[in-house]
């Protein structure tokens, strides 16, 4: 089976602070990865996938095989990274099923 | 630019009805993926598609059933619609290694 665990509903931090919004997965095969980000009133879209290793909009996320985690890391919060963030696992056995986790929606503070 | 369109933005139905949610993405994309969208439980999959008239069950697939008879479009049927099924609902679509592109939502208000 494939689940994705995003343990923190709600996070608040202060601008300019570190931001880390943690995601832990399961999944018995070489999983495929990827941080989604809902701004209000827009679509949900791609933030960043774990192949691709580049940082969007200053954020990362290393793939931690040993610990089976995805956190997304910024150093420096701004306002504008006030949305929802999901984590997501695609099957790369058999076909594309892609799951999310629960969602943590990350506020900003000025 | 991907284009993933759901029928409608907005839904009510009464209890009992049977309800079509209509997707259509125009990028030739194989896997089409049905999701509801509830506040604290995350995006859960109802159902997703991996070729026209190919199905495969998500976590919740219970009070529904999908139809994919062409390769744009995916269907998403509740049967007899009831309350607990009022919620926020997402298509997206994927290809090889494309990320997922997302419709607008529909939210359905079932009353």
């Known amino acids: 089976a494939q689940r994705v665990t995003q343990p923190e509903k709600l996070l608040s931090v202060f601008k300019g602070a570190p931001v880390e919004l943690k995601c832990n997965y399961s999944y018995s095969g070489s999983p495929e990865l990827f941080w989604y980000v809902q701004y209000s009133r827009q679509r949900l879209q791609l933030l960043l996938r774990h192949i691709s290793r580049e940082s969007i909009k200053g954020f990362t996320a290393d793939l931690n095989k040993g610990e089976t985690s995805f956190h997304l890391k910024k150093p420096f919060a701004q306002e504008e990274d006030s949305a929802m963030y999901y984590c997501a696992l695609r099957r790369t056995q058999g076909a594309q099923k892609l799951v999310f986790g629960q969602g943590t929606r990350l506020t900003i503070n000025p | 630019d991907v284009k993933v369109t759901q029928s409608s933005r907005y839904l009510v139905k009464r209890t009992g009805e049977k309800v079509f949610l209509e997707c259509v993405q125009d990028?030739?994309?194989?896997?089409m993926f049905w999701y509801r969208q509830d506040p604290g439980l995350g995006l859960r999959l109802i159902y997703f598609?991996?070729?026209?008239?190919?199905?495969e069950k998500g976590d919740i697939p219970e009070g529904y059933s999908v139809s994919r008879e062409k390769k744009e479009r995916f269907s998403l049927i509740l049967e007899s619609a009831s309350t607990n099924q009022t919620s926020m609902y997402l298509c997206?679509?994927?290809?090889?290694?494309?990320?997922?592109?997302f419709g607008q939502g529909t939210r359905l208000t079932v009353v």
């Open positions: 997206a679509s994927s290809f090889l290694i494309t990320e997922a592109f």
């Open positions: 990028m030739d994309h194989e896997n």
């Open positions: 598609s991996y070729d026209v008239k190919m199905k």
